[in-house]
Structures are given as structure tokens and as C-alpha cells.
């Protein structure tokens, strides 16, 4: 710490490392029992709640269909939820780290491991990768989401430039699954088509050796900062919060705990932004179309 005196050699100010300031912020936030993120968290609560009853209207749990999921339920908005434990912290977001460094193949649940919706729990391979993030692809999922009514020739042509069949998609997948993609968040179309959708991409793997964790941290990275953005958007006054409780100093501590803050967020920063250029050109770096 560095203190700064008047003219007399008082001392009327002290400078502190933004380091040790968010550590004595959070310790005062322990101390006094309190979550600077909890108007956040309560906001985000009442978001999901809303879903899972208009989730609830479109899928009955009696008849929710088992061809294209897998599982026995639905999760509604699943990267928000992710968001809240994020937000919670102390054992969610542990659980959440737990979970992409050791990934359970046996539990397909949200909260048994959140590889059911940042990557399936089965053994991966570049097509299986390149095509989760082609799904986070703006381009690609603009498309997508357009494709309702009438397949256009521009969205034609997006589709063919991604190796995707749509025609055969919509003929074949689910209607429950259609019903998500046009009506319901992206992460839960991502969520629902993960286990049957690489079947509708024309890829040939070109990158031999995958490595799981990266691969996780890097799309983990990249759909929390979008739900991040997204709810600045809807509600602008969090951005307050967050400038000063850093979302990346919550995660940078939490995967890496090892590191000095700056060197952890340095590398949350890194992940992130490899997504970002995966995402947008260098998923032909796993594969190529057909």
C-alpha cells in the first residue's frame, strides 16, 4: 500500500492494490453476511422460475419425449442457472469446477455435471467439438432459428458453408425439439440437441488430438460473459455491480486458485477469447465440410 500526506506530512489517503482491495471487499461481504450479487441472483431466480412454468406449458412432464434428450426431465434456461451458482459461490461454484475437471460420464444432470450442456458426458472428438461451437456461431444459429417457416437462400447457402442438412434436420428430429429452438433460449436448444444433432453436420475431423478440459473451459468461459452481456442488456443497472465485483476476478479464484489474480484473470480472458475465434473461424481448424 502507498499513502499519500499533505503538506504537514498527514496522511489524508492510501492507495491499495486492486488485488488486495477486492479480497478486503469480499471479506467485509463475508463478514457482514452479504452477497453484493444477491439482487442478481434474485433477479435471475425469477427468470428461471418464469421459464419452467412456460417450459412446464410446452412440455408436460408426462409427456416429455425421451427420442432426442436422453434424460427424464427438461431444464429450463440452463446457462442461467449456471449463472446463480456461479454468483452463489463458496460449494456451487465448486461443484461447477469439479465438474469440468472431472467430468461424471454416468449423470447427465445440470448439477451433476454441466457437461450436459457445455458438452455431452460421452466421449468427444473434433466433429463432436467444432460442432458445439459452430451452435454458438451467430451466423450459423441466426440461421437456424430462421428456418422455421421457409428455408431462404441465404440461409441456404450459410447452412451449406457449415455442412449442415437442414431439410433433413426438421424432417426427422422431434417436434418438441423444433418447439425449443423457435420459442426457447439457446442454451436450452443447445442443451436438448446435443446428444443427436453432430449427425446433421457433414464434417470430417481434421484435428486428431482433443484435450476435454480446455475444450470445456473454453465454451464454459464463452456462455457464461454472453448470459453475463445478455442480462446487462435486459437490466443495465447490474453493470454497476459488476464493475465493482468483477465477474472474471469470481472465476479467475475459483479455477484458478493458484495463481496471483491478475495472472488467473489473464488466463479466464485467454479461454474466452480462443472460444470467441473458434466460434467465429477457426472451427475449420477441427474440421472440414463435405
Not at 499513502?3 to 471487499?25: A, C, G, R, S
Request: hydrophobic share 35%; with cysteine.
Amino acid at each position: 500500500m502507498q499513502y499519500i500526506t499533505d503538506e504537514h506530512k498527514n496522511i489524508t489517503h492510501v492507495l491499495v492494490p486492486i488485488d488486495k482491495w477486492n479480497m478486503l471487499q469480499e471479506k467485509l461481504g463475508e463478514l457482514e453476511f452479504h452477497n453484493p450479487y444477491q439482487s442478481v441472483i434474485d433477479y435471475l431466480g425469477d427468470m428461471v422460475k418464469k421459464a419452467e412454468k412456460d417450459y412446464g406449458d410446452i412440455f408436460p412432464p408426462q409427456k416429455l419425449s425421451q427420442k432426442y434428450t436422453g434424460t427424464a426431465h427438461h431444464v429450463n434456461l440452463p446457462i442461467y442457472r449456471l449463472l446463480i451458482d456461479i454468483l452463489k459461490g463458496d460449494e456451487h461454484i465448486a461443484k461447477i469446477v469439479e465438474d469440468i475437471k472431472n467430468p461424471k460420464v454416468s449423470n447427465l444432470g445440470l448439477h451433476g455435471s454441466i457437461t450436459s450442456f457445455v458438452l455431452p458426458s460421452h466421449k468427444i472428438d473434433a466433429k463432436t467439438i467444432a460442432v458445439f461451437y459452430i451452435l454458438r456461431n451467430k451466423e450459423f444459429y441466426g440461421a437456424l432459428c430462421n428456418s422455421k417457416d421457409t428455408i431462404w437462400p441465404g440461409d441456404q447457402k450459410i447452412f451449406q458453408q457449415y455442412g449442415f442438412d437442414i431439410e433433413k434436420f426438421k424432417s426427422e428430429v422431434d417436434p418438441g425439439l423444433l418447439t425449443v429452438l423457435y420459442t426457447q433460449h439457446k442454451s436450452e436448444f443447445i442443451r436438448e440437441s446435443s446428444p443427436i444433432i453432430a449427425k446433421y453436420f457433414s464434417l470430417t475431423p481434421i484435428k486428431e488430438r482433443i484435450r476435454r478440459e480446455p475444450e470445456l473451459l473454453r465454451l464454459f468461459f464463452f456462455d457464461i460473459f454472453e448470459a453475463h452481456d445478455e442480462l446487462i442488456g435486459k437490466e443495465p443497472l447490474f453493470g454497476e455491480i459488476f464493475r465493482k465485483y468483477p465477474l472474471v476476478d469470481k472465476l479467475a479464484k475459483e479455477f484458478y486458485p493458484s495463481n496471483t489474480l491478475s495472472g488467473a484473470t489473464s488466463r479466464v480472458y485467454k479461454a474466452a477469447k480462443e472460444a470467441r475465434t473458434i466460434i467465429n473461424t477457426d472451427w475449420q481448424k477441427y474440421v472440414s465440410v463435405n
